[in-house]
């Protein structure tokens, strides 16, 4: 089973709300990872975790906060975006930090 | 600064013909390479993989060259088919020096024409 899930699947928020999205693996993956899509672009590195610890913090502006609950969850938690924020974000995640990485099918953000 | 780049943003491809998929890289040290399969509204999903070790891996109708000299990599589907339609990105990978990130070029969109 390779499968990461993610929820919700669309998430539509204003400027001032506060939102989180939510990330779950049960492939016994130890690093897990936070990617922001725009259209027509490659995935952007924003945050990476091995064993539950922050290992990578691309100058994600604080409004992004990640989570890693555990060896299975991965959240970010989302406070006071802008509408250049509305993107596809995808969790992935690996066995190791230097493995083949397996993607969730994403989150759409819109923020108004 | 796009370390890895598809230089064609798009390729059409009758169905059954072969479909080559190009990328090119600008760092020597890059040491493992991937290609994904993205179809709309859904996450990339991993497709075949190569290691710097080797120039080729073939996987059914996938297989991925690289030639390290030139920094290129390319995948060729044979026979494509038109459930191939999707966006294909190159990834590769850092050492340690960059805690083993992975680089994504900006995809290439290939359509297979039934």
């Known amino acids: 089973d390779t499968e990461v899930t993610q929820t919700p699947k669309h998430l539509v928020m204003g400027m001032t709300n506060k939102k989180s999205l939510k990330c779950e693996q049960h492939m016994g993956h130890r690093a897990m990872y936070w990617y922001k899509q725009k259209a027509k672009k490659p995935p952007e590195l924003m945050f990476v975790?091995?064993?539950?610890?922050?290992?990578i913090n691309e100058s994600v502006p604080s409004r992004f906060s990640p989570e890693c609950p555990n060896s299975s969850l991965l959240n970010l938690h989302l406070h006071a975006l802008q509408p250049e924020d509305s993107a596809l974000y995808l969790c992935?995640?690996?066995?190791?930090?230097?493995?083949?990485?397996?993607f969730g099918p994403g989150t759409r953000l819109t923020v108004l | 600064d796009q370390q890895v780049k598809q230089n064609s943003p798009s390729l059409s491809v009758q169905e059954g013909r072969i479909s080559i998929l190009n990328c090119d890289y600008t760092n020597s040290m890059f040491d493992y390479f991937l290609w994904y399969k993205k179809y709309p509204a859904e996450g990339p999903t991993f497709l075949i993989s190569?290691?710097?070790?080797?120039d080729k891996n073939e996987d059914g109708r996938f297989t991925v060259f690289l030639n390290k000299s030139a920094k290129h990599l390319s995948l060729h589907i044979v026979p494509s088919q038109p459930g191939d339609s999707a966006v294909y990105f190159c990834?590769?990978?850092?050492?340690?020096?960059?805690?083993?990130?992975?680089?994504f070029g900006t995809g290439t969109s290939l359509t297979v024409i039934p």
């Open positions: 992935a995640s690996s066995q190791l930090l230097e493995d083949t990485q397996y």
């Open positions: 190569i290691s710097s070790i080797k």
């Open positions: 990834a590769a990978r850092g050492d340690h020096n960059t805690g083993n990130q992975f680089y």
């Open positions: 975790y091995s064993y539950e610890k922050l290992s």
